[in-house]
T-cell receptor, first 114, second 113 residues
């Protein structure tokens, strides 16, 4: 089946630093990748949609300069949280879609900003 | 945009009983409805999905029904087991609109042995 990996699984950083999270589709080519944020006991909130070779589309309220997304190939998308602050602490999950309907999720990255 | 409401937010059932989770959506053009199961600290796992041209779909102990007219869909789990305990999310997609998933708020299911 479709496998999506995410790295790192957990990261702790100091306030003001930047953190990069990688999302890879391991056995299929993902035409679209999505980035979500999930706070404790809440639902997944879509942050942005990423298509290979083009600029990401951000949801309303998500700062594109703070959450940099790069989709360099059909199997890799990266999310960089720039100048992270404690309120950015969350569970970040990516998903990938091959044909545009079913999304397969990565295992998530738990970011803690001190 | 799409809005998905999910009820109940928590559900406690006795092992062996059935569990039903209901969702409503606002965009009549939505045409794909997946259900995900998420265990604590883990990724959402697709457990079943249904398209708008189908009214019901079943996979072993799990079934999903869709009422397009009323714009609601439901997840049914029969013969529940302790390992069914998790958070379940419904979602809706309008495939012509970038295939963005809109999630319901989630239902925390606890199956008591």
């Amino acid at each position: 089946g479709a496998v999506v990996s995410q790295h790192p699984s957990r990261v702790i950083c100091k306030s003001g630093t930047s953190v990069k999270i990688e999302c890879r589709s391991l056995d299929f080519q993902a035409t679209t990748m999505f980035w979500y944020r999930q706070f404790p006991k809440q639902s997944l909130m879509l942050m942005a949609t990423s298509n290979e070779g083009s600029k990401a589309t951000y949801e309303q309220g998500v700062e594109k300069d703070k959450f940099l997304i790069n989709h360099a190939s059909l199997t890799l998308s990266t999310l960089t949280v720039t100048s992270a602050h404690p309120e950015d602490s969350s569970f970040y999950i990516c998903s990938a879609s091959e044909r545009g309907d079913t999304q397969y999720f990565g295992p998530g990255t738990r970011l803690t900003v001190l | 945009g799409e809005n998905v409401e999910q009820h109940p937010s928590t559900l406690s059932v006795q092992e062996g009983d059935s569990a039903v989770i209901k969702c409503t959506y606002s965009d009549s053009a939505s045409n794909y409805f997946p259900w995900y199961k998420q265990e604590l600290g883990k990724r959402p796992q697709l457990i079943i999905d249904i398209r708008s041209n189908v009214g019901e779909k079943k996979d072993q102990r799990i079934a999903v029904t869709l009422n397009k007219t009323a714009k609601h869909f439901s997840l049914h789990i029969t013969e529940t087991q302790p390992e069914d305990s998790a958070v379940y999310f419904c979602a809706a997609i309008r495939e012509a609109a970038g295939n963005k998933l809109t999630f319901g708020g989630g239902t925390r299911v606890l199956v008591k042995p």
